[in-house]
């Protein structure tokens, strides 16, 4: 009964390949992220989408492109992959916005 | 913008002996939440305030919201090797979501 779930887990890929990742929550809530922990840990939200529209987007290269297809899915799709975005990203759903969020279990992406 | 800032960044204890961190903030915050990252998990809720002053616990785990609005503190008593993990203290009530640097907790059995 996993309520956010995340796949790949793991994700190893040259420099300059494009990749996606993928969430899906069971929790049937209306908003969901992605946030980016990188080697020291901080975490930082990317994007939030509320009843599939955009309504975060913070500061991240325009090479990352999240889409949710529904309010259950929020996909991101990066392009390009540089080392720097070796890092683990998590996806996140809450019932609105401001509202406690619940975390999937992370994508560890490390890029060669 | 805001800023919230962790103390201690990483504690290495002895089982059995009770654990204080704290969280200020340069802005006031109407909600306060902690949460804890297990090694290789996402983060988990643990608490959440709601009002200034309030105190909450679950468990073993008390924190508190502080009066002037600007800080928290999570206490957690007895600590067992299972409490290892990243505590961090999050500002909800605005968006986005601000976590802080995290307390990487280290327990010896």
């Known amino acids: 009964d996993t309520a956010v779930s995340q796949t790949p887990k793991y994700l190893v890929t040259q420099m300059g390949n494009d990749k996606s990742i993928k969430c899906e929550q069971n929790?049937?809530?209306?908003?969901m992220y992605w946030y980016k922990q990188d080697s020291k840990k901080f975490l930082k939200i990317m994007f939030s989408?509320?009843?599939?529209?955009?309504?975060i987007n913070e500061t991240v290269p325009n090479r990352f492109s999240p889409k949710s297809p529904d309010k259950a899915h929020l996909n991101l799709h990066i392009n390009s992959l540089e080392l720097g975005d070796s890092a683990v990203y998590f996806c996140a759903s809450s019932p609105g916005l401001s509202k406690t969020q619940y975390f999937g279990p992370g994508t560890r992406l490390l890029v060669l | 913008g805001q800023q919230l800032n962790q103390s201690p960044q990483s504690m290495f204890i002895q089982e059995g002996e009770d654990v204080s961190m704290n969280c200020t903030s340069s802005?006031?915050?109407?909600?306060w939440l902690w949460y804890k990252q297990d090694p290789g998990e996402g983060p988990v809720l643990l608490i959440a305030?709601?009002?200034?002053?309030e105190l909450t616990s679950n468990g073993r785990l008390t924190a508190q919201f502080g009066i002037t609005r600007k800080d928290s503190f999570l206490n957690i008593s007895a600590s067992i090797p299972s409490d290892v993990g990243i505590y961090f203290c999050?500002?909800?009530?605005?968006?986005?979501?601000?976590f802080g640097k995290g307390t990487r907790l280290s327990v010896i059995a």
């Open positions: 989408y509320n009843n599939k529209e955009l309504i």
């Open positions: 802005s006031i915050f109407n909600t």
């Open positions: 305030l709601y009002k200034a002053g």
């Open positions: 929790l049937g809530h209306d908003t």
């Open positions: 999050v500002n909800s009530g605005n968006t986005p979501l601000v």
